[in-house]
């Protein structure tokens, strides 16, 4: 690798993570000079960390719907033109191979660095260069383009691609660089917040949620004006787990959580058939047979499992009362914990002023903004890759 940098490149790019390294190799390949540049030691390292080490790289449920976005319209044109069976075609080309997990979720068979190599052999077959430890000083717009001074030099370029992510994990070299740019040039930023990320408790409910630590059962959990139906996890913090962190996306501070621990189900029916199967039984007893133990006796120190020591005794009613209150458990964080651990950053770059068709920025031609960095925040489940894909895809076909 030379340390000198090209003079002017058509494509600059800031940051090797999935977007931009996808938005080089697609554009290289058009026979256009490109050079990506990150502040990191190494490339696509969400890449790596991702899918517990086997990138969930895809969703075979990818629409439009699966996102959250101040305009919810915006990714529909870029996820359509380049798909997960697209993304799919490329792993078949290059020997990877997948298996779908659970819920349209497409994992890698090989390890996530196949991925990242993948990525690297198709940036290198198209003659793009990677430069990485190279900080970004700043950026201006110079005669048909933009000039770019870095700790390495600098470089002009045709075209500024900005695929520099959110600012979820600081530790592994998260910034606002793409909030910096757009405030230098006056396009709005959707406020950015954690999504996909546990929620902390404070008090009584903490210390509840931490005497059960581990302790993990299929949930509804709802927030937000949106439901999903998964595993919730209790921990030393509060709560995790699957059905936690798609509502965390859309709480708001303040806001409580409602958790249906029949999951979706007929409450008091499962309460009824449990009445007929166990007429002797306590409701707690009983109610093991549907619930974690440790979780039951939870619930009967909060009070939502209520002493009832002989289900014959007790009235429809009754049950019903119960029901009630075990579907639409309200829990109310105390926050979430935050960039640290969340899995993506929600908000971004308002999309008001960029192409749906090619991520540029309408009033600063030949800028780009592609990946994280955008409001378009995909749901858990290999979604947030998909979009780093299809808008890198979008912005590197434009002319
Ligand atoms: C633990 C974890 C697991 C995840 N698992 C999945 C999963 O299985 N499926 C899924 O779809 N999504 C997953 N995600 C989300 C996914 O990783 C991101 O949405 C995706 O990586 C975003 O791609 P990007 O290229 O836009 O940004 P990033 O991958 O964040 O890349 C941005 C790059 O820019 C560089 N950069 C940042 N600031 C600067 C700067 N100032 N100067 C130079 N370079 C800079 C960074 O070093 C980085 O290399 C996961 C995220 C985390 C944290």
Redesign the pocket.
């Known amino acids: 690798m030379s340390t000198t940098l090209p003079s002017h490149v058509d494509a600059l790019v800031?940051?090797?993570?999935?977007?931009?390294?996808f938005y080089a190799a697609q554009f290289g390949a058009r026979g256009r000079s490109v050079l990506v540049?990150?502040?990191?030691r190494k490339?696509?390292?969400?890449?790596r960390?991702?899918?517990g080490g086997r990138?969930?790289?895809?969703?075979m449920e990818t629409e439009a719907a699966r996102f959250i976005s101040q305009n919810p319209h915006f990714a529909k044109s870029a996820l359509a033109r380049y798909t997960p069976w697209d993304f799919c075609d490329l792993m078949s080309r290059h020997g990877l191979t997948w298996h779908e997990k659970t819920l349209g979720q497409l994992?890698c068979d090989q390890k996530s660095g196949a991925i990242i190599q993948m990525l690297l052999d198709e940036l290198d077959a198209a003659g793009g260069q990677l430069r990485l430890e190279?900080?970004?000083k700043a950026v201006s717009r110079a005669d048909e383009g933009f000039k770019i001074k870095t700790s390495a030099g600098s470089v002009t370029a045709g075209r500024l691609v900005i695929?520099?992510?959110?600012l979820?994990?600081p530790k592994?070299?998260?910034?606002g660089?793409?909030y910096d740019i757009a405030r230098q040039f006056d396009l709005n930023i959707i406020e950015p917040r954690p999504a996909?990320v546990p929620f902390t408790f404070e008090g009584a409910e903490k210390d509840a949620f931490a005497a059960i630590s581990g302790v993990a059962c299929n949930v509804r959990a709802e927030a937000g004006g949106a439901s999903f139906d998964e595993a919730a996890l209790f921990t030393h913090r509060g709560l995790s787990g699957p059905a936690i962190l798609q509502v965390s996306s859309y709480w708001s501070p303040g806001e409580a959580v409602s958790l249906d621990l029949f999951a979706g189900g007929d409450g008091a029916a499962v309460l009824q058939a449990l009445k007929a199967d166990n007429p002797m039984k306590s409701l707690a007893s009983a109610l093991e047979v549907v619930l974690p133990r440790r979780l039951v006796e939870m619930l009967q120190g909060r009070g939502l499992v209520p002493d009832l020591p002989r289900l014959a005794d007790v009235s429809h009613a009754r049950l019903e009362d119960v029901a009630q209150g075990l579907s639409h458990w309200q829990v109310k964080p105390a926050g979430t914990e935050g960039y640290r651990t969340?899995?993506?950053t929600a908000g971004g770059i308002d999309t008001a002023e960029l192409s749906s068709k090619t991520m540029e920025f309408q009033r600063v031609p030949g800028l780009y903004f592609?990946?994280?960095?955008v409001d378009v925040t995909?749901w858990l489940?290999?979604?947030?890759?998909?979009?780093?894909w299809a808008s890198a895809h979008a912005a590197a076909h434009s002319d």
Request: hydrophobic residues 45%; negative net charge.
């Open positions: 800031i940051g090797a993570g999935a977007a931009g390294l540049l990150d502040h990191a490339p696509a390292e969400k890449v960390i991702s899918g990138c969930n790289f895809t969703n994992f190279t900080d970004i695929a520099s992510g959110g979820s994990i592994m070299g998260a910034t660089f793409a996909l969340a899995e993506v592609i990946g994280e960095c995909g489940g290999g979604y947030n890759f998909q979009w780093a």
